[in-house]
């Protein structure tokens, strides 16, 4: 999943982002309310995490833009005091939940898990054959067991099964497995998808290369349908 970290503290912005990364997110840092704002009236994001004070124009400005532009991105909020009008102002603009700082990282992890699964469009459980991706405890199983895949292989299987049967773009995969302040090397998306594939190939399941076009896992056949 893709997120969108907004938080002007650079020592908190790194230790969140190295906690979401962890957990096999997409994490873009952006630390004012502008550059906020311009993320998101342009990228795609599966979560925005907001903090309200911020240089420039303030969290909760951001949300309200964000909001009269019919978008309906999840929005946790975070802000240095628990006070009762800044959660009234945050929930009226439209967030859909709050942290108050200071905060546990487990405590967060959990918000974001509980945000991702309620803005879900898929199934949160992706299936191929006795191949199963859990979107959003960000495990996979093959019959049942787990798979030992690092985050970005994760990352990319994801991409791969919500895109079933359609070719992927080495560009698309590029988007979703780097934030903006990463190189990505020429051949970087070629060896991620040498190492998944060498996991997978074991167990029956064949990722395509479509020369010139990306990668494709065909649609799997359900035993007896
Ligand atoms: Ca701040």
Redesign the pocket.
Known sequence: MRILLV???KVLADALSRALVQAAHTVDVVGTGEQADEALAHDVYNLAIL?I??PGIDGLEVLKRLRARRSGVPVLMLT?FDTLADRVKGLDLGADDYLAKPFDLPELEARVRALLRRGISVAPMLEHGSLTFDTVGRRAFFDGKPLELSARELALLELLLLREGRVVSKEHIANHLYGWDEEVADNAIEVFVYRLRRKLEPLGCEIRTVRGMGYLMERARHEGA
């Open positions: 938080e002007d503290d903090d004070g911020l240095a």
